[in-house]
């Protein structure tokens, strides 16, 4: 299912000036197109010292534990509000996103998530289609670089590597509690299962575990090897 996208088009044009991409600007993301952002982001994260040597042969770093000091040992040092910040990358969205009613036209995310993420977004909308993304949702857009503590703790959330976006905010709160199958019934989250599993084969964890099998804070999508 080939369809014009803007956003690859833009793409494009910047992989074009790398002097990486010699196709037309046709805004079809085809073989040519996804070589030239390959190469783009293997000379990114080579460019990223201390990264290169966690770099997996698939191109995607590995994922880490969720204490504080193995996300530093794979994406450095965590951003501090008002002082230093994490090597982030512009990422372009495979579709149009909003970020409260508001088109955004990057996702500012750690470098080194920009592959899996894009890979992730991407693989969404080519198995369910733009009209499903909407319809669930998941172009809603709720931030991803963000230095501040976890929700009621004291350790440092995932958004202060930017290495975790949210999506669809509103009906999938922190308290709100979700289960496969239960998406759509008053009182639960709304993710959509499929939604999780493309995520998970690109290295995110969606929401965290509750007792008694159920998850919540489901619009947390992470790069954090947690169940
Ligand atoms: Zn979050």
New binding site residues.
Partial sequence: MATYSHSVYLQQSTLKKEGRYKGVLDGFDGPKTRAAFKSSLNARFKSHPGSVRFVTADGYPPRPAPAAAWKTKVFGRPGVKGGRGVPQAKLIPPFPMYYFGKRIRTIGCHQLIEAPLYNALSELLRLKGLAWIKGHRLDQYA?CYNPRNSRGGTSK???SWAI???LDAEHNGNHTPWKAGNQGKPGWATMPTEAVKVFRKHGFQVGFKNSGGTRR?M??I?YVNRT
């Fill in positions: 931030g959330s995932d958004h975790a976006i949210d804070d619009m947390h992470s």
